[in-house]
Structures are given as structure tokens and as C-alpha cells.
């Protein structure tokens, strides 16, 4: 009998198979990638490799690609050398990172390939990039120093706002100032409380005169006086729109004057005639005036609208016209006779009756350093007057 065809040699050639398809599914299996083919090395240093093992995992967006080979110390510094399947580029800008599997896990490598248009990390190249984005041993660190921050403000706090410690901090300096200022402001309310009523009721009888005055509902009331003045604005402005209409078409005197091309140049004529006057007319200022004025003793509103028209420094010209619900006063006196016992009684009584008035004011002003004199017509009657700047 052949020594191939006993049960023996059969026997174990089929263990011998088994056992080399078991290894063989085995290392298939296996995240190192150093068995049965070649892996890229690289290594890293860590200033705490706590948490980490050897054959620990090594991962790239969460994926595992390699294993923790070794970990030693170099210069007071943890050396960790890994080992990743050799179709993962790896490139000079490369990073890594330690991170943990859940609060109580495990802690693994998570490595960032780098950049592609950067140079490849040669085979047991150095990764210089650590990234720490907050350990667990980091954030209790950082827990343990606010705690301790916090057991300091709150003795400072308490030590400030005590009766012995009031001025050592600025807290209590202050806490006792707002407390001097209350206490001040206290007894100040208390002492002139008469007063500040008195106040109190000063300022509400002037905002209830102010809320009569310009919601009276009377024709001479403040809103009905105001809505007409506003009116006759608008009428005034209406009829500025059509007269400047009417000069845009070329109609009328000043229409023809403006827009007939002989005139025009006529005109541009005699205006280089006087350059002189068309300097000085160059530096006018004009000043538009508008305000209202009301008269308690008759109940109306005086309104003033007016331009001033200002050559130069020295001097200007005024013209307005003002509004005036007094202008014309009539007057009128009747004999009254009374019946009394013993007798008669005669009395003579007036009756004023005031009348609107629109009143024209034309004045030339000039300069005197800080000194003012006007003269001219005001409302429609001559004179002149004065104006001295103090300050």
C-alpha cells in the first residue's frame, strides 16, 4: 500500500487545508494592513496619549484604514507609529487628530490625507499637523477652571457686599454710593413733596391750556386759523404755478421777455454791459421767511410770509406780507340811558369790531459791525428801527 493512499496522509492533508483557508479568511479579515500586503508607515507626536492602545484604530471619515502600531516616548513627548492601507494618499500637509467613541470609549487616530496639490508624505514620514478640537480631558480641565473662576467672584462678591469689605472692591464702593444716592434722593422727595406737586400740577395746567388753545373749535380757534393761513398758501402757490406756466409758453410781457429769442439777446446785451452788477448779483443770498403769530386779546392768528434778499454783507432787502386779523379796527360809542330810583343815568359805551387786513412791508437794511438799522414801510406804514447783535 502506498504511503499517499493511507487514512492518515488523507487525514492530514485535509487538516492542513483547513487550517491554511482558516488563516488565509483570517488575514482577509483583518483590519492591519500590514498582513499580507504592503502598508504606508507614518508617525506623529503626542503630548498625551492617554486613551490610546496599540492596535488601536486608525480612521479617515470614519472609516478604518489602518491600526496603531506602536507607541513610545520620544523627548518627554508620546511617539505613535501607525500603519494605513497604502491606497490612502497621504501628502506633507496631512493632519491627525485624536477622538473618542463616545463619552466613556475608546479613543482612536482620525487622520486628515491633506491637501492633493501638495507633495506626498514619504513612507515613515513625520505628521507634523495635530489638530485638538476638545478632548474630554480638555473640556474637565476647562469645567475645573471656570469652577475655580466662579468660587472666586463669588467670594469677591461676597466680600464686597459685606459691612468689612465695602471699600477693599469696587463692587461694594459702588453698591454704597447707589445706596447714598437713594437715600438722598429719599429724603430730598420727602422734604420738598409740597413742592414738586406744586410742580406737578404747574405742568398739567399748562398742557391742558396748550390742548385748548389748538383744538378750540371757534373760527378765530387755532386750527381753524391755521387750516385757512394753510389755504391761502395753497392758493398762493397755485396761482405761482399758472403765472410761471404762462412765462414757459411765452404769454405776456415776462413770457415774451424770456423766451423771444430778439429779446433774449438784446437783453444778454446789455447784461455785458454791466458786468460789474452781474458780479455783484452773483453773490445774492435769498432767505425765505414763514411764520404765524396768535393774538390771545382777539383771538385770531397774524400771519408773516416774506423774502430777504441779501447783495452783500452790508446790507439786504426785505419783502413780506403779513396777514393781520386786527388790521382794521372800527369803533362805534352809544349813549346808554338807566332808569333809577331818585333819577336818570346816562353812560357812553365803545364797540371795537377788528377786521381782516393783508399789509405790506418793504425795508432796506444795513450793517453796522454789530448794529442793524431798517427803515422803510412796516405793514403798510412808515419807519425804521433797529437791531443789536450781543452776542
Known sequence: ??????????????????????GYMSMQLSDDPSILRRPKKAWFLLPNA???????????????????????????????????????????????EIKSMGILGDKHVEIFPGSPTDAPLGDGGQILIIRDKGSLDNIINQVGDIAADL???????????????TNKHV???????????????????????????????????????????????GEQGLRKTWKRTLARIDSTMKNVDEITSKINKGEGTIGKLINDETT??????????????????SRIQTGFDYHAEYLSAIGGTKSYIGIQIQPGLDRYYMIGLVDDPAGVVDES???????????????????KVYKNKTKLTILYAM????????????????GFGGRVFLL
Open 333 to 351: 360809542s352809544a349813549k346808554v340811558t338807566d332808569n333809577v330810583s331818585g333819577g336818570t343815568l346816562s353812560d357812553t359805551r365803545e364797540r
Open 1 to 22: 500500500m502506498s504511503f499517499l493512499q493511507t487514512a492518515e496522509f488523507k487525514v492530514g492533508m485535509m487538516v492542513l487545508s483547513v487550517a491554511g483557508l482558516i
Open 367 to 382: 450793517n453796522f459791525w454789530d448794529f442793524t438799522l431798517k427803515v422803510g414801510m412796516i405793514e403798510s406804514a412808515g
Open 171 to 217: 463692587l461694594g464702593r459702588i453698591v454704597r454710593n447707589i445706596e447714598k444716592l437713594t437715600g438722598d434722593l429719599s429724603q430730598m422727595t420727602s422734604a420738598n413733596k409740597e413742592k414738586v406737586n406744586d410742580i406737578i400740577d404747574q405742568v398739567h395746567n399748562i398742557t391742558t391750556s396748550l390742548d385748548e388753545m389748538i383744538n378750540e373749535e
Open 50 to 96: 492617554s486613551g490610546l492602545i496599540k492596535n488601536g484604530a486608525v480612521k479617515t471619515a470614519g472609516i478604518q484604514v489602518g491600526t496603531v502600531k506602536d507607541i513610545t516616548l520620544q523627548d518627554g513627548l508620546a511617539r505613535v507609529e501607525v500603519t494605513v492601507k497604502a491606497d490612502v494618499p497621504l501628502f506633507v500637509s496631512a493632519a491627525v
Open 264 to 281: 433774449v439777446e438784446e437783453l444778454n446785451t446789455a447784461i455785458q454791459g454791466v458786468s460789474s452788477l452781474v458780479d455783484t448779483a
Open 151 to 165: 468660587k472666586d467672584v463669588t467670594k469677591n462678591l461676597r466680600e464686597a457686599v459685606s459691612e468689612d469689605g
